[in-house]
């Protein structure tokens, strides 16, 4: 287990994730004490970096269920997110609502028609303040340096804090192991085990060898991935060029997911 | 001390071999929880917190048992409840131990529980509560063992206890706050946000303890030759009657505010609980009851002749023990996930092995509390006959 753990992280270059995922690495160094080198912090050549990852999702281009549907299969797939038979012990990563839901606030009786029946992404809003984070009792889901809120899955306790916390049911629980129900397993990206808590980690493990967040890739343009922070990326050229909303804008956890309307 | 919990009557063994038995059958099923996964309960992705948690929280109060009767005796100098601190303390005592277990039961990954300590996170109110749970624990277990063992040897208990027992009643304040905390600091949770959170925690807890303690007085002093004094009992019944009329008032102020407001992220989880929402309302029965429950016992406690019968008084107690239960222990945790932080309505019921793990663990309580009163009741006997 610890063998293979350690070698996951060496293949797929999270230690490209930069410091960020320093608490798994110490994780490791306490579990070692061998003759084997302890695992450096090196970023991978194709590393994308960023101060803030943002994304923008233009849900005027994502008119049906249908155009949603491939990339939610994008992410759940290379991810190893299962399929659980129970709707109560489900798990999502990113997943499809209406208007009134997602935005429960705005929610309101007279909307305009397309709005009403037009299909929203609702996933980890990887807020600059994130409630999660504040809560988590062992800091196994903190921020990391490119403000990605993420998780270390091997200290996760299971107490579900988080869970209560977040305002957005961004996150998901391994109420029994996850390992039969998934239905194609990605060898690249490790499965969970039961008892721990899982969200979005707006694809850290792509971004870390040079590659767009499953979803952006798969939305055909539908969707802006960068730097909130550069104003010369595309997320703010489109924020820049469009009316945005964000979710629960007036809790105070400044998400960083932008939503065209 | 703790031969006097070895020998007892045949009621006393049979007694504590039923408990075994039941812990054995909680046991079971936990193993069976911790083989499987928390799927096994009644817990979902919308309602991530249940039954477990709820007791926690229920159990945080019956702990103040030991405050109110601690405080007024240092540091009112109330000498008759001088005879009952140590059942207070004793009481505190499995009390704060079945709320460490309903926690160690909720987690997914129980295993690395010590996580919590390794990687200590002051951010985070759960370490806190970790914090205030164990400490409240250890001192009452420090303080009731050495005042009772003085009081066997007919002296006077060692100074350096006393700073403790000043302690102690900061610290029962704190437990309560702190677990209202767990809730009260949540965006997104309009049920739990509320700044009047930890003051009810407060009022349900000294309400809730000390009807316990009366009910325990009333039960020792039948089943053993110690009778915990029928003045002790009835200063505690004041005590009650102040607390349950608080408990009520403050929940009425939220009401208030909840319902003259008209938001709906607060108003939802209300309308939930009491008259249903989109068709889904499990809790209704039991929130009516609660409330009917609550409402019967203050008008008994203020009439002074109910009170001060001792048959009605025990009645009046078992209500207000019942109807915070059902407050504190179904109501407070799963209505703050319904409806969820999306609008959506998915309810919670508790399955069969989560209550039975619930059982287990309240059977792990009574027995700890049955070889402590064993204990301290023998001294007291001991301590009368000599």
């Known amino acids: 287990m610890e063998k293979s753990r350690r070698s996951f992280l060496k293949i797929a270059g999270v230690a490209a994730l930069g410091l960020g995922a320093k608490p798994a690495i110490d994780v490791l160094a306490a579990g070692g004490g061998t003759q084997e080198p302890e695992p450096a912090l090196v970023r991978g050549p194709q590393a994308m970096t960023a101060q803030q990852w943002a994304m923008v999702i233009d849900t005027r281009k994502l008119k049906t269920s249908g155009d949603l549907e491939p990339l939610i299969e994008a992410c759940h797939k290379i991810h190893n997110v299962p399929k659980m038979p129970k709707k109560n012990h489900e798990i999502k990563w990113i997943w499809e609502d209406e208007y009134g839901h997602v935005f429960p606030n705005l929610h309101a009786e007279f909307v305009d028609e397309s709005v009403e029946h037009r299909p929203f992404l609702a996933l980890c809003n990887h807020c600059e303040n994130p409630p999660c984070v504040r809560v988590c009792p062992t800091q196994a889901t903190f921020k990391n340096s490119q403000g990605i809120v993420t998780m270390d899955m091997h200290r996760c306790i299971g107490c579900r804090f988080c869970m209560a916390a977040c305002p957005y049911g961004a996150r998901s629980f391994n109420f029994f192991n996850p390992e039969p129900y998934i239905e194609h397993v990605n060898k690249e990206y490790p499965r969970r085990m039961k008892g721990v808590v899982e969200k979005c980690n707006f694809c850290a493990e792509r971004l870390a060898v040079g590659k767009m967040p499953a979803c952006v890739e798969a939305s055909n343009g539908a969707m802006a991935f960068g730097d909130l922070y550069d104003p010369e990326s595309e997320v703010r050229e489109w924020i820049r060029s469009n009316y945005t909303i964000r979710r629960k804008q007036n809790l105070g956890t400044s998400p960083s997911v932008y939503y065209i309307i | ?386």
């Open chain 2, 1 to 386: 001390m703790l031969e006097l919990t070895i020998k007892g009557s045949k009621r006393y063994t049979i007694w504590v071999l039923i408990l075994l038995a039941v812990i054995g059958v909680g046991m079971g099923t936990y193993l069976w929880q911790f083989q499987e996964g928390l799927g096994i309960t009644g817990l979902s992705r919308d309602v991530s917190w249940g039954f477990y948690i709820a007791q926690l929280t229920f159990l945080v109060g019956v702990a103040a048992s030991a405050v109110m009767v601690v405080l007024p005796y240092y540091l009112h100098n109330y000498k008759a409840f001088g005879r009952v601190t140590i059942l207070g303390e004793f009481l505190a005592i499995p009390s704060v131990l079945m709320c460490l277990l309903f926690v160690l039961v909720d987690l997914g990954q129980p295993m690395r529980m010590l996580n919590v300590i390794f990687y200590p996170t002051p951010r985070s109110v759960l370490f806190w509560d970790m914090v205030v749970l164990n400490g409240y624990l250890f001192l009452n277990l420090i303080i009731g063992w050495n005042v009772l063992e003085a009081e066997r040897n007919q002296v006077a208990p060692p100074k350096w206890v006393k700073p403790l027992i000043y302690l102690s009643i900061p610290w029962a304040v704190s437990i309560h706050t702190v677990t209202a905390f767990l809730y009260a600091g949540l965006p997104g949770r309009g049920f739990w946000m509320t700044a009047i959170m930890a003051p009810r925690f407060l009022s349900s807890a000294f309400a809730a303890g000390p009807s316990l303690l009366i009910l325990l007085c009333l039960l020792i002093r039948k089943i053993s030759k110690f009778d915990p004094g029928r003045e002790q009992i009835q200063s505690l019944a004041k005590i009650v009657t102040y607390a349950i009329m608080l408990n009520v008032f403050f929940l009425l102020c939220e009401v208030f505010t909840v319902f003259y407001s008209q938001i709906p992220e607060h108003m939802d989880h209300f309308k939930y609980l009491f008259v249903g929402l989109k068709g889904h309302g499990a809790l209704i029965p039991w929130m009516w009851t609660s409330m009917s429950l609550m409402v019967f016992a203050i008008i008994m406690l203020l009439i002074p002749s109910v009170r001060r019968n001792e048959k009605t008084l025990a009645i009046a107690c078992v209500a207000i023990f019942i109807g915070t239960w059902i407050d504190k222990g179904l109501g407070l945790i799963s209505a703050g996930f319904v409806p969820n932080p999306l609008h959506h309505v998915n309810e919670y019921i508790p399955t069969v092995p989560e209550i039975m793990i619930t059982i287990g663990v309240y059977a792990i309580g009574a027995l700890v509390l049955t070889l402590l009163y064993k204990m301290a009741i023998s001294i007291k006997e001991e301590v009368a006959a000599a």
